[in-house]
């Protein structure tokens, strides 16, 4: 079996919205609701301090504890493209866990959390996510489990309605007054404030 990327597909604006999920199709997809939405999200905020085009990707196990995690940064002014968010989410997947693909059924969960600016409302970076994120856990044979946005105006599990005002997208900067990071390319991994937590992220494993 071969774990490499597949070849591009095709890069035209009619091909890259094929490659996103639209709030309805998520909701029909059957995702598994968050027993705690507000301690997976303070859990995540608290280990990765995300800032706007930051994604944290992470592993669930069977009791909702967290297993792995990894954040990065989208960078560029790219249209969202489904495909390469998932070849992103899944080169990340690779790097803090093994796969379960040799199980008849997923036993773990994968979840997303994006922080990002803008409204609350669904967007088409948020549908190319979706994508990226359900074909990942596919390929790394995990469920595919909830995307979360974090926004000015708070967290939100899109497609459940559930939600809260704290963290937000603006909590670390006010905090600490760190900005966003700039650039080319694809992904980059994302600098931290503190020492001891900046090798932990340099590392991508959160625990």
């Known amino acids: ?10 890069t035209d604006p009619v091909s890259r919205l094929g490659r996103l999920l639209e709030p309805a199709e998520w909701a029909a997809a059957g995702i598994p609701l968050l027993r705690n939405p507000r301690e997976v999200v303070t859990g995540l905020h608290s280990r990765h301090l995300p800032t706007p085009s930051t994604a944290v ?3 669930l196990d069977p009791e909702e504890r967290l297993a792995a995690s990894a954040s990065f940064t989208r960078r560029g002014s ?14 990340q997947l690779r790097r803090v866990i093994p796969h ?12 997303l959390l994006y ?10 970076e948020d549908g190319a996510w979706m994508w990226g994120l359900r074909d990942a856990c596919t390929l ?26 704290r963290p937000h997208s603006a909590s670390l900067r006010s905090r600490l007054g760190v900005g966003t990071a700039t650039g080319d390319g694809v992904t980059a991994a994302v600098p931290h404030p503190r020492g001891e937590a900046r090798e932990a992220l340099r590392r991508s494993a959160a625990v």
């Open 1 to 10: 079996m071969t774990f490499g990327f597949a070849p591009p597909p095709a």
């Open 57 to 59: 990707v992470a592993v």
């Open 78 to 91: 790219s249209a969202a493209d489904g495909w390469e968010f998932r070849n992103a989410l899944l080169a």
């Open 100 to 111: 379960d693909l040799r199980r008849r059924t997923p036993v773990r969960t994968a979840v």
């Open 115 to 124: 922080c990002r600016e803008g409204e609350s409302q669904w967007t088409e």
């Open 140 to 165: 790394h044979g995990l469920r595919c489990g909830a995307y979360i946005t974090l926004t000015r105006s708070g967290w939100q599990v899109l497609g459940e309605g559930r939600g809260g005002r």
